[in-house]
């Protein structure tokens, strides 16, 4: 199918050149201040896992702004809230502890990314501060830091995505229900009965 794929690091550097001093500077390797103020206004992140084969999967995390607890300098800690219970990122990590996170701020175009070991903790101590609506989470993803730094906002400069006028009119948007419907193919769940499915999960078990 294809006819060109670059298979080595040399060929793909001079295709896309070397990175600046600012880049290679960039990275440390704890949160400072800086990090701490971005995590603190961060609702929404990206998780990256892999299991021990490295089939990769992405995770949504998201909750209100300051919902990664910041443990010290080295660890953070995301709540692990009620969800679907594949629980794809917690069983990869059993396997593989290596994560990757993408912290956004909406409105913000740069990003922040963290890299490092994780591991499921269930310590009640730290989970009952991570309580919301009297609800304690029963489990969490401890991140040790091994790689912070800020990501330009190229991407979302080309996207366009924080910007309500790219945004697609409501009716021309995909449809969560019918694509849920069509691809598990279960008798009886039409599109409307998986909307009303999302909908009371979405009303009533958020937490």
């Known amino acids: 199918m294809f006819q060109h794929v670059i298979t080595d690091e040399k060929e793909l550097r001079e295709m896309t050149g070397e990175p600046s001093e600012l880049v290679n500077n960039k990275v440390i390797h704890h949160v400072d201040e800086n990090a701490r103020q971005f995590i603190r206004q961060s609702p ?30 080295n660890y953070l800690i995301i709540p692990e809230r009620p969800g679907n219970k594949r629980v794809d990122s917690m069983r990869n990590l059993l396997s593989n502890p290596h994560a990757g996170l993408i912290f956004f701020i909406p409105g913000v175009e740069e990003t922040l990314r963290v890299n490092g070991r994780a591991r499921i903790i269930a310590d009640k101590d730290l989970l009952d501060k991570m309580a919301y609506r009297g609800k304690v989470p029963s489990l969490g993803i401890a991140v040790e830091v091994q790689e912070c730094f800020i990501h330009c906002a190229k991407a979302f400069k080309r996207s366009g995505i924080w910007k309500p006028d790219t945004w697609l009119p409501k009716e021309e948007r995909p449809s969560a229900a019918k694509m849920l419907a069509e691809h598990a193919r279960l008798p009886d769940l039409d599109e409307a009965a998986v909307t009303e499915r999302l909908k009371e999960s979405y009303t009533k078990r958020l937490y």
């Open 44 to 73: 929404f992140l990206l998780l990256a896992t892999s299991d021990s084969e490295g089939n990769a999967d992405v995770s949504p995390r998201g909750d209100e702004k300051g919902f990664v607890h910041i443990l010290n300098e």
